[in-house]
Structures are given as structure tokens and as C-alpha cells.
């Protein structure tokens, strides 16, 4: 769309207010709305100012003023709306050279795009992450100076089995670990998971399939069509907004953080990738292992050799690492395989065809920004192909069940934020190839992760060391 379509649209549709978004360093939407009637053909070219210092990770109060200049293409009608709202995703630019903003993550997500184009290696990279998240009825939560808890609840939750309820407590309550896959009218949720699917189509965001996932207590997962990473990444940013306010129509909440529950399942967002180049798939060889070229093999080199500083930007909070445990389905072992889940890296082997060729990520989790998150996947695999990564041979067995001793020979993501910062701080260099991250925009991200979300943790004692040591 161009920005005549844009206001064709806004006219057409009777839209009475436009909303600007944007994201801010750890991937958070942020927004402001003005009245349909001051958008115009100029508000694309001028742009529309807003206090950088006020956003996570973004500008000092001396540096504050910025400006949002929001991309036609993006322009959905707003499904979380009660008047009729227009909504676009924004790039963010300095106002005195308006010059695209180095801590913008959209813009580091164009950057590594256009890096790509500019080695030759491909024209086009596509991503298809898999969001888990769960829907809860009750979300409580304090911490303060002398106490703190949290408490999550669903009507699905096994916890509940006991529980007196309007109308007869009737059982239907998955038991830990056997949520995957159940029928109603153990899955509660199929009529809000295909609200939240209709919603996504009438955005423009192609949807392939819903289901309830492995956990009790409401996991969920939806699944949009691979795009290009640019497009991907704010179908991503919308897929949330849509599917968190769908869920607060129904009277519940969602949330895409990694590790809610205590002994289940964790929420992932295994992370689909392929490059092509003049419409060939850089990583299809039918002569090659699970049909994969030595371009493809290389770049899942590069993945894995990166992979501990990858985690910094892909498992981005300290919950993360409470996910990243062995024996809930999350890999921790630096392997690759055909089909087996027990590996960080996995070749799908559902079809032998050149369009269904990819490789997938599994250790990211939808807590990332998915604009840093995509952008340093692509560019750790760019570097594998570029240096000719080996990955060594696959390891095609239950990286679970394996002897200790050969466990041992394999490496294992960071068990910790702080670890997985400190491999970042150690290995970024492949990062500002291009100028596609900039030092500025690690150094940045690495004080804001350690300041607002480590260190905030560390210092406070969790409820659980309360229940291990009051009595001391």
C-alpha cells in the first residue's frame, strides 16, 4: 500500500482514528492515536514526533525528541478497536538528520536484510516462528520491599480438580503434560483460539493452523505462514496485540512469557528458517542429508557456533532460562538433526520438497523482539556460510537418553541470562557485519538486560527461598 491507499482505505472504511505503533528494545508495542482527519499524504513524508527518553532502551531525557514514520504497507484496520482505528507500525528517525535511529529494532531487522542481498549469498530470507502461550482467568501478582508471590489460574488447571464450581466441577482438567492435542471439552479454549484466528485473517495475517498445547492450565499455540523476516516480524508484533485483546474481550489473559508454570511445559516459539536466492532455495540439495545443500549445513554451523550468544537476543529474560531445562521439550544440547526434537537445531522431514526445505530453531521463546531475534538468527547463519561453518554430523538419537559420557562431548545453551550476556559481550562480531548491529546497540541492550531485568531479579529473595530458610 502507498499512502493514497492508506487514506483511500481510512475513507472507504469510515475510520475515525489512526494509531501509530512501534517497538521498543525488549519488544513491546508502544502507541499514540490521533483523529483520522490530521492524517495526510504529509504525516508519511514530515512524520509525527514522540519523547524517546519516556521508551525502554531508547533515548536520554537531554536527547529525547524523535520521530515515528509510519510504513503504508503495514496498515491494518484494528481488531482491538471499539471505534473504527487504522492502525500502522512505525520506523523510528532522528529529527535533526533524520537518519534512520541505531536502537530502532525494525531498522536493524532492514539492515540485516539488506546485508544479505549485499553478499551475494541470497536475495530473500523467510521465517516461520511457532508462538506458545498461555490463556489464564486469573493473573495475581506483588513485590515489594518485604514481600512478594504471584499466583496464576485457569479452569483448565489440574490444581482445580478439587475445586467446588458453579454448576458441578465436571473434570475436565488435562493432567500435567498431556495437554497436547484434546478435544473439547477437555480444551476449553477452541472457540477463543479461532475468534483470535478469524481476527488475525481480517488483519491480513495469514494463519495456518490453532491448537491447544502441551501444558495444563491453558497452553495454546497458533501458527501464521512463513514471510520475509521484515514482514514476518510485524506480523509477529501484530499476532500478539491481536491475540492479548482478544483474549481481554473474553474475559481472560494471555501471556507469551517462556516459564508461567512450575513443573510444565515451557512456552517456545520454534523459529522456521530458509534463504533463497533468483527463486532457488539456498538449502535444498536432494543429494544432501534430509535433503539439505552445504550452504544450508553451513548455515546451520554458523547457528550453532553463535548459538550461546544468540540466546542473549532469542531467550531474552531471566524466565527464559527456567524454560531451557532438560525433559520439557526444550533443547539445551548444540545439535542438529532430521526430525528429532530432542535437538536445538531440527530439518523437518515432512515433505522432500524444494519449497518445504528449511531448517528450525527451536530454542528461541515469543518473549524475544522478533526484529532483533530474526535479524541475529540470519545473520549468525550468513556467517556459517560465509566461513564455511561446519556443524559436525547430526546426532539423529534422544539427546536425553544419550550415555553421560557422550552428553558431555556435546556443548549446551547458557542455564542463565546473565551467562548467555556474557557470551554476547564475547562474541558479537558477526553481528556488525554491515553495520547491521552497531556497538552502540549491543553495549545498550547488554546494560538495560543486565540493569532492568538481571540484576533486578538477583537482588530480590524469591518466594521459594522464603520456604527453604525462614525457619533458619
Given amino acids: 500500500m502507498t499512502p493514497q491507499d492508506v487514506l483511500a482505505l481510512a475513507k472507504e472504511k469510515g475510520v475515525k482514528f489512526v494509531d501509530f505503533k512501534f517497538t521498543d528494545l525488549p519488544g513491546m508495542f508502544q502507541h499514540f492515536t490521533i483523529p483520522v482527519h490530521y492524517l495526510s499524504e504529509d504525516t508519511f513524508e514530515d512524520g509525527l514526533g514522540f519523547d524517546g527518553s519516556s521508551i525502554r532502551g531508547f533515548q536520554q531525557i537531554h536527547e529525547s525528541d524523535m520521530l515515528l514514520f509510519p510504513d503504508p504497507s503495514t496498515a491494518i484496520l484494528d481488531p482491538g478497536c471499539k471505534h473504527p482505528t487504522l492502525s500502522m507500525i512505525c520506523n523510528v528517525k532522528d529529527p535533526i538528520t533524520l537518519e534512520s535511529y541505531g536502537r530502532d529494532a525494525r531498522y536493524v531487522g532492514q539492515k540485516a536484510v539488506a546485508y544479505m542481498q549485499d553478499t ?8 516461520g516462528p511457532e508462538a506458545e502461550f498461555f490463556v489464564f482467568d486469573d493473573v495475581r501478582y506483588k513485590s515489594t520491599t518485604n514481600g512478594s508471590f504471584y499466583k496464576f489460574d485457569s479452569a483448565e488447571g489440574n490444581w482445580n480438580s478439587d475445586r467446588e464450581e458453579e454448576g458441578g466441577n465436571l473434570g475436565y482438567k488435562p493432567r500435567p503434560k498431556e495437554g497436547y492435542f484434546p478435544v473439547p471439552p477437555s480444551d476449553t479454549l477452541q472457540d477463543l483460539r479461532s475468534e483470535m484466528v478469524l481476527r488475525l485473517l481480517a488483519a491480513g495475517i495469514d494463519t495456518e ?6 501444558a495444563q492450565g491453558g497452553q495454546c499455540e497458533i501458527d501464521i505462514k512463513y514471510n520475509e523476516l521484515i514482514k514476518m516480524a510485524d506480523s509477529m508484533m501484530y499476532y500478539k496485540y491481536i491475540i492479548k485483546t482478544t483474549a481481554r474481550e473474553f474475559g481472560k489473559m494471555v501471556t507469551f512469557m517462556p516459564k508461567p508454570l512450575y ?27 534430509a535433503n539439505f545443500s552445504e550452504a544450508g549445513l553451513f548455515y546451520i554451523g554458523g547457528l550453532m557456533k553463535h548459538l550461546p550468544a544468540l540466546c542473549a537476543l532469542i531467550a531474552p529474560t531471566t524466565n527464559s532460562y527456567k524454560r531451557l531445562v532438560p525433559g520439557y521439550e526444550a533443547p539445551v544440547n548444540i545439535a542438529y538433526s532430521q526430525r528429532n526434537r530432542s535437538a536445538c537445531i531440527r530439518i523437518p522431514t515432512y ?3 524444494e519449497g518445504a526445505t528449511r531448517m528450525e530453531l527451536r530454542t528461541p521463546d515469543p518473549a524475544c523482539n522478533p526484529y532483533i531475534a530474526f535479524a541475529a538468527m540470519l545473520m549468525a547463519g550468513l556467517d556459517g556460510i560465509k566461513n564455511r561453518t561446519d556443524p559436525g554430523e547430526p546426532v539423529d538419537k534422544n539427546l536425553y537418553d544419550l550415555d553421560p559420557e557422550i552428553l558431555a562431548t556435546i556443548p549446551q545453551v547458557p542455564d542463565a541470562l546473565d551467562k548467555a550476556l556474557l557470551e554476547l559481550e564475547a562474541d558479537h562480531d558477526f553481528l556488525l557485519e554491515g553495520d547491521v548491529f552497531t556497538t552502540d546497540f549491543i553495549e545498550n541492550y547488554i546494560d538495560y538486560k543486565r540493569t532492568a531485568e538481571v540484576d533486578a531479579v538477583r537482588l530480590r529473595p524469591h518466594p521459594h527461598e522464603i520456604y527453604l530458610y525462614h525457619d533458619i
Fill in 351 to 353: 515433505s522432500k520438497s
Fill in 120 to 127: 551475494g549469498i541470497a536475495d530473500k530470507a523467510y521465517f
Fill in 209 to 214: 493452523l490453532h491448537h491447544h498445547e502441551v
Fill in 263 to 289: 513443573g510444565d511445559n515451557g512456552s517456545g516459539m520454534h523459529t522456521h528458517q530458509s534463504i533463497w536466492k533468483g527463486g532457488k532455495n539456498v538449502f535444498y540439495d536432494p543429494s544432501g542429508y
